[in-house]
């Protein structure tokens, strides 16, 4: 018989002499150790969790910003700087997508982060449809119907080469304008130069819309949207050469040959 055959069969035998009290202490000893390990193991991922959680690492430290043609990046990372610090697993992206979308000519963003502490923001603009300047203040009115004040950290540049609205006299009557002006055609705003507010006792609320060809439309602010639903501008350019002043009034339309025909006062 073998020593490997006498062992499969008999057992170690110096393991089966010794003492079993100690053989027993050595398997709790072995144990023992296995858990402190374990311990030791647990509390050293947790405290590396911890250590990340209260410093910087965790926390956003960068802000990037692409597709931003028109308004410059600084100004939309100044606005997010509010973020930075926020840690990384807390902040919530869709919250940073409206602070975003509420910001002048932001039409789309996409805002993501990652374990690195970056958040990047991909931004779709809109466009500035005109301007306007009250009490010494620069308004900007862009197509979402957004009314902002310009500032030189946007990075706008000259406003001037825009259509210019004029005659308002606060903010919030403009901000109400806009919110009109933006939902009527295309084919309208791109042939605008100069919106004039003509209001007189009985039209509180009206506005003379000067055309790059010098026509003049009249038209109450809260009908624009119905008005130029039905009235094709660049089809009556056409049809009614003769014709400088469009009036809107009460579902109906007033045309005169001249613009000095048309009482403004009443």
Known sequence: MTKRQAQELFGNIGEYNSDPRKVLLRKKKKLRLKKKAKIFLFLLV?????????SDLSRI???SVEGNQTISTK????VLSQYKKDTIFLLNT????KKVLDMPLIKKA??????LGHLSVRVSEGDILAYATIKNKTYIIDSMGHVFENSPEMGLGDVKKYVKVSHFKSYGQLKKFAKEYVKIPENVHSSVSDIILSNSKTEPFRVRMIMDNG???VV???EMVDVFERFDYQANNVVQKDVQTYVFMNGKLYMYSSDDKFDYKK
């Open 94 to 97: 869709n919250k940073v997508e």
């Open 220 to 222: 109450r602010v809260n």
């Open 61 to 63: 430290r960068t802000i």
């Open 215 to 217: 026509k003049v439309l």
């Open 75 to 78: 100004y939309i990372q100044k």
């Open 46 to 54: 947790l405290s590396l969790i911890v250590l990340y959680f209260i």
């Open 110 to 115: 996409d805002v993501s982060k990652n374990l």
